[in-house]
Structure formats: C-alpha cells, structure tokens
C-alpha cells in the first residue's frame, strides 16, 4: 500500500517514518505533490500488483522490488498524480490508470 505524506496537511517540524517504509524521495527531498500522487496511484494499482505477484510470493515489498518495477515515464505520473488529492476506491484507481496508459507499463 503506497501514500502520500503531505506536510501542507499535516504541518510539523519534524517527522518520524517508521523504519520498515520505503519513502520515495529525490536527493533527500520528498518530491513535489504531482510526482508523489502519480506515483501512489501507480503502485497502488491492480496491474502493479499482479505484477509484483508473479516475482514475489511474500507480502512485504522492499527497495529493490520497487527498483525493479517499470514505471511510467515522469510526464505521465505528474499529469495523473495533477487530478487527484487522494486515492480514489480500486475500481475508480485501476479505471484511471489503464485510462491514461500507466497500465502499458508493467503489462
């Protein structure tokens, strides 16, 4: 299960991530809002999780599973992520990846 954490809703000097997570960054800093929405729409998709079932049997994903996955291009997960705030039911999720081409990806 992918999320966003975004500081603008939950404003702190500091956080604490919880060992275990893998947090997507980008040189140390978290990414930008459309970024970080397009991503979590992807990795929470149904096609990506039908992908990650065929190399993993085990239900915690580490950093080089996520390495190992295809991802759409930037361009294409900024544009997804610009028209969410927050993850839609996985019937409405997988309607808009496979709307806008993400589900090529890991086909």
């Not at 397009?38 to 929470?44: A, F, T, V």
């Not at 190992?68 to 409405?92: F, K, M, N, V």
């Not at 709307?99 to 086909?107: E, K, M, P, R, Y």
């Amino acid at each position: 299960m992918a999320a966003v954490w975004d500081p603008t809703r939950y404003p702190a000097k500091e956080v604490a991530i919880e060992n275990h997570l893998n947090v997507f960054h980008a040189g140390g800093v978290g990414l930008d809002r459309e970024l970080a929405w397009g991503l979590c729409l992807w990795l929470n998709s149904s096609v990506v999780d039908r992908f990650f079932w065929t190399f993993s049997g085990h239900t915690q994903v580490n950093a080089t599973d996520l390495r190992s996955l295809r991802y759409p291009d930037e361009a294409t997960l900024r544009h997804q992520g610009s028209i969410i705030d927050s993850l839609p039911g996985q019937d409405e999720l997988d309607r808009q990846v496979e709307d806008h081409s993400l589900g090529q990806v890991a086909a």
